[in-house]
């Protein structure tokens, strides 16, 4: 018969010299395997008469189950010794790399921020709309060029005659989400709506498919040109950090009436004109009290309730704020733009 006791030992001896997965592997095979001395040993047993067998199976079997829970032990023991070994803690430690908000994102939450504090409301929408939404309810005529598909995307839908509420599209500018707020909220109401518009255009410096804008709109019983001029305000000085001065030109807009063209004087030269104004001020924005046919569209009675609208590009803002000179690089990903905020 085999000397159980001191197989067991010269394999434990052994195995406390193992350092690597590799000598444990081969200690494993030694030891273990299918041609280990034990392994044969119990194979043998097989054909001994049963008291041998019983008595030595579970002699033979105890000291397996021992080598084999010492040899997993040993691997934990080798994975600890490889990782404290690998930390030199005298190195010196990596930078984690610490994300930034994007500058569009951090001009839409100052204005967010800005507007709460004057009691407004910050409303969101979908942005696949609709032409009733985009173009009917805003009092765009029938034949208004921005309903051409050169300028907004059209989703194709199973019927091609499809008109009004169920012509859908990316929506290509956001007021028609102002009327979805007036047919769910009765006034007086005032809201500011942030989002993502896109348009079927070629692209350049000043020019993306993809864009951000800036909505506002106030409705109350007794809202004044001036009233309209102070949301202008509050824009621009809360994104410039300064006082600024601003002009309304009459303006055609088909959702407006009158519509305005809101300029700022030029923040580089003050008015005095340079080669980033040309006359000394910059157009900012469209604004002006809402048409009827709008007000009507969104189930309110134009004759007792008035307002105002405001509607700028968040992307245009954030690039004059930060001195940014092309659009596309805001949309672009690119980390060593993004990397500078
Ligand atoms: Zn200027």
Known sequence: ??????????????????????????????????????MLFL????????????????????????????????????????????????QPG???????LHPITRVKNDLNDAFKLLGFEVYDGPEI????YDFDALNFPPDHPARE?????????????SQGAKKLDLRPHLTGLSVRYMQTHTPPFRFVYPGRAFRSESTDAGHEQTFYQYEALVVDEDISLSGGK????????????????IRMRPGFFPFVEPGFEIDMQCLQCGGEKCSVCGDGWVEMMPGGPPHPNVLRAGGID???????????????????????????????GDLRFLRQF
Not at 66 to 82: G, M, P
Not at 236 to 243: A, C, H, M, P
């Open 94 to 100: 990596m930078r984690p790399n610490i994300g930034s």
């Open 302 to 332: 134009p004759a007792k309730w008035q307002g105002f609208y405001i509607n700028i590009g968040l992307d245009r803002l954030a690039m004059m704020k930060y001195g940014i000179n092309d659009i596309r690089l805001m949309h672009s």
């Open 129 to 132: 709309s609709s032409e009733g």
């Open 1 to 38: 018969m085999i000397d159980l006791g001191a197989l067991q030992r010269a394999a434990q001896e052994e195995l406390e010299t193992v350092r690597t997965n590799e000598g444990l592997e081969s200690w494993r095979i030694k030891h273990l395997g299918r041609s280990a001395a034990l």
């Open 43 to 90: 194979r043998e047993l097989a054909g001994m008469p049963l008291e041998q067998r019983k008595e030595w199976g579970s002699k033979g079997n105890a000291v397996r189950k021992e080598l084999q829970e010492l040899c997993e032990q040993r691997v934990h023991e080798i994975l600890v010794a490889s990782t404290t070994q690998s930390i030199d803690i005298t």
């Open 230 to 245: 102070v949301l202008v305000y509050t824009i621009l000085e809360r994104v410039f950090g300064k006082q600024v001065t």
């Open 149 to 161: 598909s050169m300028d907004t995307y059209w989703i194709k839908t199973k019927n091609s005659q």
